[in-house]
């Protein structure tokens, strides 16, 4: 059925706490654009997301803020680390989220199931829909209990690695790292991107994501990891 939210996904979301009780809007919250090629016209997860993404990052913000008396640098930095489309993902996989996902064949076939975009946006359109139908407290409860690892642990604590790859540069007297997208494969849904940088006249790090910002990410570290 296109209209109604299965038993299964129901039976999950209580039991991770969402405690759904409008179906339409957890059925929104679960649907990827894709879906819609089935011939009914159902409505997808991205208004949710956009509403979700301020409620994690008020809720993170607020509590980094009353967790210590850092700098707003570091804040900022442990922020965009822990509200970042990776961490979602990372999250919405613990919680066994890709099975839930309502996706178009094609989009299932090409492994979007599996795409830290689409599970990052599921996420948040998650949180949105709680918001919704629970008000800001519960959603910010739920955010904690789900974030609790990442919140006391060290994400985001240390230096970003295009950062660290830039004073590590500056500090050898190099040029500026270069970064360049070498190659893209996958449908837009589940896209993949092969990111080289390049410091001249030492070497370069190359690495694959399912985002430009995190392969540049991962090549600044595996450039790190060789030469720094």
């Not at 997860?45 to 009353?66: K, M, P």
């Amino acid at each position: 059925m296109t209209g109604a939210l299965a038993s299964e996904a129901r039976g999950w979301l209580d039991e991770q706490g969402f405690r759904p009780e409008t179906q339409a809007l957890w059925l929104e919250a679960l649907t990827h654009g894709s879906f819609n090629g089935s011939g009914a016209e159902v409505a997808d997860y991205q208004r949710l997301e956009f509403l979700g993404d301020r409620v994690l990052g008020l809720s993170v913000a607020a509590w980094l803020f009353r967790a210590g008396d850092a700098p707003e640098g570091k804040l900022s930095q442990r922020l965009n680390a822990l509200v970042s489309g990776a961490t979602c993902a990372r999250i919405a996989r613990s919680i066994g989220l890709p099975q839930h996902i309502r996706l178009g064949k094609q989009a299932r076939d090409d492994g979007g199931a599996d795409s830290d975009k689409i599970l990052g946006d599921v996420m948040e359109a998650l949180i949105g829909a709680c918001f919704i139908e629970h008000g800001f407290e519960a959603a910010q409860a739920m955010i904690y209990r789900l974030w609790a690892h990442e919140l006391e642990g060290d994400v985001g604590k240390a230096k970003h690695p295009k950062s660290a790859l830039q004073e590590w540069a500056a500090g050898n007297r190099r040029m500026p790292p270069l970064y360049e997208v070498i190659d893209r494969s996958g449908p837009d849904h589940a896209a993949r991107f092969t990111v080289r940088v390049t410091v001249r006249n030492v070497g370069h790090g190359e690495a694959t994501a399912s985002s430009k910002g995190e392969a540049e990410r991962l090549a600044a570290k595996a450039f790190l990891d060789e030469f720094g």
